[in-house]
């Protein structure tokens, strides 16, 4: 997910927030200081609601935040390699490198989310009734229920059995354990989730026309991104089972063509050999070593003043932006990375060397080769 800043670690997993997130937390501060909270105890300094109400946002989403780790921990600890997490506009996604290894797996890591919020949905309950005996009604009591109400109800709206919710990874294990097809499985969440996002999306165009404009736009939003995540999660599904098998150096385009990183930009970008073939190159040091790519685009974005003097070293890619997977290495396991990387190509390294380079136009023709023709299986169950 692109445009998103880095929050530090937690646990070795990278934490990043999507600008996004500044859209829910102002709808959450709103809310609740201009509405909620003014309304469930009159009377107070319009300071003290808008102090209670950004602590509250901030609180939710850590909250988030929480239910995001567990999944990236459960996972960690089933195998599964996890990239980072993103708290974005609709909660927060743990972008994991594979998927489970069995059914069992899956069913921890997805059941492990609602069952997080829930626990904190109970801690936050019980603490605005502590807090209600002790302190009596007041701000502090209503931030607290309502921190436990919207975990409680992060978590039932989650344990839906429908894709992408953590409840269709429960059906999808569900299925997999009964049937032992993971892709059938997938299919049944994915048709669930597709089947939940129009329900939702027919109740929020209810609700706009009887008048609750906001709300019902709200439900269209969430139901249309569950629609989409769920036909995501069966294009991806099938993609993996037709790469299954596969290694990266099937597909690949060996030896392909570099450019020396002592070169100008200047140099590249009049070459004609470099200009018209390709948009982006491996960048070679003077061993032959990779130690980057170079596109066209960066090297376009070095002022017309500075190409002679600056070379594509010094503005190409470096290598950690970069997939580098071995020849032997999975291709199915190299597609998330690839739909990741800004440049979209993944430079295949052997000991250090430079042997092929991987781009989704790569992909795509291996997925159309005879012997992987469509794997969707037409029953479901």
Known sequence: MRATLSLGQVRGIRVRAHWSVLFVFALILFGLAEGGFPEAGPGRPTWQYWFVSAVTSVVFLLSLLAHEISHALVARRNGVCVD???????????????????????????GVGPLVSLALGAVFALTAGLAAELLGAGLVVEALAWLAGINILLALFNALPAAPLDGGRLLRAFVWWKTGNRLRA????????????????????????????????WLVVIGWFVIVMATMEGSQARLREQLGGIAVSEAMTPGPETVPGAATVSDFLTDPHYRFRHSAFPVVDDGGTAIGLITLKRADAVPVEERPST???RVSMPLQEIPTPHPRDPLARLVPDLQASPAHRALVLEGGRLVGIVTTSDISRVTTRPNASSLWPRRTL
């Open 84 to 110: 980072d997490i993103t708290l974005w506009l609709l909660g927060g996604l743990a972008r994991l490198r594979s998927e489970a290894a069995g059914p069992g797996a899956e069913f921890r890591i997805a």
């Open 186 to 217: 997938t299919a049944v969440a994915t048709v669930a989730g597709q089947c939940l996002g129009w329900v939702l999306v027919g109740i929020g165009l209810y609700l706009v026309v009887a008048g609750a404009a906001f709300s019902g736009i």
């Open 311 to 313: 070379s594509v070293a």
